[in-house]
């Protein structure tokens, strides 16, 4: 089994189903959502509109654009009504968007438009053995831009590399993930992948360190390294995950459900397409590759599924007890995420399960430390231990954990 | 075609791909996420542990329940991986969610546990013409009970009756919504539904208006009369629609999945279940259905996709839309939440939107009102108008909309 399903599974945030099938338990939902709401705000900002789209798709929608048949898209999932008429589960989604659309875009006035959703997509992977890195049933970020000329479209998919790299950025990803040239279909050269470095990836790239861009192998060309300036010599093959990749559409898709505005000039013109897309959970599931260590999950304080994991080693008396808990309350209600463990275990194993799950900071309570007036509290990536008081860690709370 | 999907649909609020199966659009899913997290409040308020289970479905967990089959279960939509393993589409989540528990549950420690979900059912219904009341792909809000013996069962399942009146109450449904005595299954004599009164309602019940309790018409019998208090003149027979029903479960799945614990005595016991559930998108249709009026849909404040509606009216000279502009920004910082209508549209059509949509307090911007120095606030349900000055605005909105 992947590394990451390994861990995830073994620390309680998700549970496999079947292969590529995993659910999400109450931590790893939680760090789902943050992973989602990061995403959410970078779109937000560059005008995205949320919308959702559906599992269930029209036969004929997928017809218009010639993407029905298994020879020509080979993951579908296909099922019928009880009337034999056959639907089927979306893998993506620039048909039903695009045939939506028309109901919303007719002119110049109308555009641009950015749509996006965060909806669950169904592939017919054949393997899926990688974990939550590859799913059969997974959370998908797409977003879709509607243009009305190849500049404005020009213009918008350079905004959307930057909300990509500062997404990644800010998920604790961005020093390993490398905007990576890739095949461009009909209507441009290239497409751009977000493709993060680390053993675990299905992926082969040619990585510049310095000019921190990469080459997909099925691209590696003379005339592409001529294009970017980029020297053979200086290119390392790397194992790598996309993470993340946008891609014009030009009118593919337009012209197949003519999709068309009235530009000021009066003429009718087809709309400049692109598609852009994230996974959440590949996202997730590539974090715990890169960044866990031999004792666990290490998460990024941005996306980690509490702040603080708060361990009462029980004494006989119960002083330990009714200290934390009263502690837990105070932190609760001063609005930090503290996950409580007050087992009955012994300290080695409460130690062991927190290393597991990976949340940053830990505060330990015991006879020890209520004797010193002090609590032990211990940076989960760095392995610092210090000895504070409670003044003092409403202070680091305050500025880290906030 | 079902009122609330018309008024929706022409609103903008959601969007028919096929019969049954609606997207939600960027106005529609905000009030969708509202819902959510009305019912996420009180879910998590009497300890609900929020997860997300699969729609795609291992065969042999619902073989184990003897529910696999299309005779016992006939809303199946099935599908196929590509080695001819058959897999289905979640309709419910009691086996998945049963077989995952025993990973969880092995002693009287770890009990109780309630657990929820926002997820998508996938229903293969025959009939499906009651616009998002009756969906065949639809989000579900499912809690599953896990408790120890009958007594805590019991309590826990009269806290969700209490926490399904709240959600109902500040949903705006409230005094529309009885709680519906109905066949309870083998481990209970009664099962519960809130039923709320409408003609678009699928249901028929009878109501004692002023007991405030209903018979569903399955257990209208003398005996269920006389357990209740109830007398047969008292009752009125009404339509109405089901939007959260809960189920006793006694032990149907813990037997069949072998869910047992070790009791605090040593002794071997099956886990006592319970299922609720809420379809957010039903009461989201219900309410188009039962709050709206001749011009459109009017929405309760607290799940409104905006709680202003600013329309500049604009003017030649360009005064009105600067004036406006700045009005918006300035609401928006404030932390308002603010629907624009700057289209340069005659004030008819853009009032006849507005009243469609039906955002609870419209502010009208005109060089009429430029000139006296007020804007217009109109209230959506009772259509009341007043001209006030900025400061008053502001005051209007601290209080009714933040």
Redo the contacts between chains.
């Keep these: 089994m992947a590394q990451n399903a390994k861990l995830l599974i073994r620390a309680g945030f998700i ?1 496999k ?2 292969a590529g ?6 931590l790893g ?1 939680r760090v ?1 959502e943050k992973i989602v709401n990061v995403i959410r705000e970078e779109m937000n900002a560059i005008g995205g ?10 036969k004929k929608v997928w017809e218009t654009s010639g993407r029905w048949d298994d020879s020509v898209l080979d993951v579908w ?6 009337n034999d008429t056959e ?1 089927g ?1 979306g893998t993506t989604h620039e048909e ?1 968007l695009t045939a ?1 659309m028309k ?1 919303y875009i007719a002119s110049y006035r109308d555009l641009p438009r950015y749509v996006y959703q965060f909806q ?1 997509k ?1 592939r ?1 992977e ?1 393997r899926a053995k990688s974990g939550i890195m590859r799913g ?2 997974f959370v998908m970020k797409d977003l879709y831009s509607f243009s009305s000329d190849q500049e404005s479209h020009d213009t918008f998919y350079e905004k959307v590399k930057l909300a990509y790299s500062r997404i990644f950025a800010r998920l604790g990803l961005g020093d390993r993930t490398y905007v990576t040239f890739a095949s461009g279909g009909s209507f441009s050269k290239y497409s751009h992948e977000f493709q993060t470095l680390t053993e675990a990836g299905e992926d082969s790239i040619f990585v510049d360190e310095k000019k921190k861009i990469a080459v997909n192998k099925e691209v590696l060309t003379e005339e592409v390294l001529k294009d970017l300036g980029v020297k053979r010599a200086d290119l390392v093959e790397k194992k790598a995950v996309e993470v993340g990749n946008i891609f014009s559409l030009g009118t593919r898709f337009s012209d197949a459900f003519e999709l068309n505005f009235v530009a000021q000039d009066g003429s009718k013109k087809p709309v400049i397409m692109g598609s852009y897309g994230i996974g959440p959970g590949r996202v997730m599931g590539t974090i715990a590759e890169v960044l866990s260590d031999k004792d666990g999950l290490v998460w990024p304080e941005v996306i980690a599924p509490f702040k603080i994991h708060l361990i009462a080693l029980l004494d006989k008396e119960g002083k330990v007890q009714a200290y934390t808990d009263a502690l837990y309350q105070k932190l609760v209600t001063q609005g930090s995420e503290v996950l409580y463990d007050d087992r009955d275990l012994r300290a080695g194993e409460k130690f062991a399960d927190a290393d597991l799950i990976g949340i940053p900071y830990r505060v330990i309570v015991s006879d020890k430390t209520l004797a010193e007036k002090v609590v032990e509290f211990k940076d989960r990536k760095t392995g610092e231990v210090s000895k504070i008081g409670e003044a003092e860690l409403q202070k680091r709370l305050l500025e880290k954990a906030k």
């Design positions: 549970h189903e079947i099938v995993y659910s999400y338990l109450p939902l789902m509109q949320e919308i959702t789209l559906t599992a269930l798709q029209d999932f296909k099922t019928k009504l009880k639907l589960l039903q939506l109901d669950t169904f017919n054949t059969r049933e």
